[in-house]
Every structure is written in C-alpha cells, then in structure tokens.
C-alpha cells in the first residue's frame, strides 16, 4: 500500500510517499481502508521530534491521529464491527498512522461513523472531539452556569470545545482574529477577544475553567483569570508529574517533567487554583457518544481544506502556519 513515512525526525524535511506492506491484523483489530485523514499540530510536533522523550516511536515512522474510512478485514476475537462498516477513530499512541491507504485499529478505538456527515467531516473529529471531551466531562466536569475561556477558538479544538462547552451549558469567552469574529460566535461563543488588539486578562475574571492550547505567557495569564478553585487544563503544555505517572515513564522522565512543571504548579497553588495538563487518549466509547452529539446536529463539523494524498506536505505545512479555520483534511479514497 501507499503511505506517508518519516526517516527521521525534522521540521524541515518532508514526508516520503513511499511503499509499505498492508498491516496484518491481530484478533482484536480491524483493517480500515483509510477514506480520509485530517492533520494535527501533533502530527508536526511529531514530525519535529519535539515529543520523541514522551513518544519514542520506532523510525520509519506513519504519522496520522485520524481516521475516517471502511471496514475490510475483522479479527477473530472482533464483536463490534463487521466488514462494509463505515467507521472513524483515533488510533492509540504508538498504533497511529493514518497518512497511509490501510490502517490496523483496536476495535476499543473505533466508533461507527456517524451517518450525517461525508467522510471528510468524520474525519475532522477524532482527536479534537476526544481531547475536548475529556477535557471538559472527564477531568473537569464542566456543568450548567459555569464560565469557560477557549483560547484559539476557531482552531480545530477550538471550534469543537465551544459548541461542546454550550451544549453544557456553559459561558463561553475565546480569542481568535476579528476576521473570525463571526465563525466563534456562529458556534456559539458569548464573549469574543481580539487577540490582536485586546488582552484578556484585562477583560476576564472569576472563570471557573480554561481550555489551554497556547504559550507559557497566557497559560500564565490564563491562572489569573480564575476564580479560587477554578483549573486550567493545558493541551499544550508543560506536562505534569500525573501525565507522568498515567504512562508510567520512567524515573529520568519523572524527574524532567517534575521541573518542566514546577513553576506553573507553584503559580497555581498561590492563586489558589488547579493545574494539569491533558494528553488524550483514544477511547471508542466516548467517540461513539460524540458520534450521538454530531447526528443530533449538537456539534458539527468545521473544515477549512480539503487537500489530496499527493498534496500532504503542502496540508502539513498549512496546519504548521496556524492559519487553519477548524480542520484541514486528506483525501485519501
């Protein structure tokens, strides 16, 4: 089959269309012929070798965190799906690889797709919709009358955090560009910041929650806009001693993290509020709720481009220049 590798890792360097047997499934898997893929700031980072400490993925390495795509082949142990099903999914860490024409998944990481939206869309969801869930039911548990702040909001987390964050029932501050003023309130959002022309810290406070995908200086002042007891959950960083302990690394990395994280956790604990960072992970069941939430028109798809397989490096390097309004994506099929 064709996919998409990395030799090795770098910023600069592109990735190489080249030749790679199919995968050869195990009992619990299911062989997906990949119809689409959408692209992550995680597939870059991975690329960059930014996360090869917290990652160590064997080179040549198939990037690609979502799936969208049709059922060929079941395991011997698979009860869950059945060949001809449309499915999409976020592979589990050190299984991904969705830059490719065929993908083996855990059938715990699939869910079926859901049946209002094209191939493309589906694929938009996987890792945002998951990350935001968990973000904001899991680890948070956001309720009715609470106040969110969304940075980035017409990124592809962004779009997806604020419609989810409404269905709660939740206030919903974010910052985008005025150029996209309309796109966030049109998802939901009630309270939008310029980011380029105004500060928030300075029109923000008493938030019970934020969603943190951006630099240390506005995680920094992100702590400041919360209420005592309110939390920051952070999608891009640092990493926390619990994120270590959760993929048990080892005592070296323990450490690393321990002093990554030593000064936002220190920040926190003198304002009063909570700290920790989020790294989701692929979970079938909480992708067929969302499944349930997309049907509904609850949450719907936010795509900016869709690119051919041949056209992979220019998508990679669209999503790197953060211009992206919610999800670019590969057609593959």
């Known amino acids: 089959m064709k996919a998409y590798t990395i030799n090795r890792y770098s910023k600069n ?13 195990k009992e619990n898997e299911i062989l997906i012929q990949i119809h689409s893929a959408s692209i992550n700031q995680l597939d870059a980072k991975l690329k960059s070798g930014e996360f090869k400490l917290l990652l160590p993925y064997k080179l040549p390495l198939i990037l690609g965190h979502d799936v969208a795509g049709v059922v060929t082949e079941v395991g011997s142990n698979v009860s869950q799906f059945k060949v001809g099903d449309e499915v999409f999914s976020r592979p ?6 969705a830059f490719a024409e065929y993908i083996a998944v855990n059938e715990n990481d699939v869910a079926l797709k ?8 589906a694929a938009s969801f996987p890792l945002v919709a998951l990350t935001v869930w968990q973000a904001f039911i899991e680890k948070s548990n956001l309720k009715k009358g609470q106040k969110v702040f969304i940075q980035a909001g017409s990124g592809g987390v962004g779009t997806i955090a604020i419609q989810l964050a409404k269905h709660l029932g ?23 910041i310029d980011y380029k022309t105004q500060d928030f810290e300075t ?5 019970d929650l934020v969603l943190n995908s951006q630099d240390e200086k506005t995680l920094e002042k992100s ?6 007891g309110g939390k920051v ?35 926190a604990k003198q304002l009063g509020v909570d700290y920790s960072f989020l790294f989701m992970q692929a979970n079938g069941k909480q992708l067929s709720e969302i499944a349930k939430l997309i049907e509904t028109g609850i949450i719907h798809p936010v ?12 998508a990679m390097s669209y999503v790197s220049s953060g211009r992206a309004k919610g999800k670019v994506i590969l057609k593959i099929k």
């Open 303 to 314: 795509v900016d481009k869709v690119f051919s397989f041949e056209q992979l490096n220019d």
């Open 114 to 121: 859901p049946i209002n939206v094209s191939m493309e869309e």
């Open 92 to 97: 589990a860490d050190f299984h991904i690889g």
């Open 203 to 207: 029109i923000l406070k008493d938030y």
């Open 233 to 267: 959950i952070s999608i891009s960083g640092p990493p926390d001693t619990a994120f270590a302990e959760e993929i048990s690394l080892s005592w070296f990395m323990k450490t690393v993290i321990f002093f990554l994280s030593r000064k936002v956790r220190k920040q």
């Open 13 to 25: 360097v592109k990735l190489q269309l080249t030749e790679v047997p199919k995968p050869v499934i």
């Open 170 to 192: 939740a206030t919903v501050a974010t910052t985008t560009s005025a150029a996209n003023f309309e796109l966030v309130k049109s998802l939901g959002a009630d309270i939008v």
């Open 223 to 228: 702590l400041r806009i919360l209420k005592p």
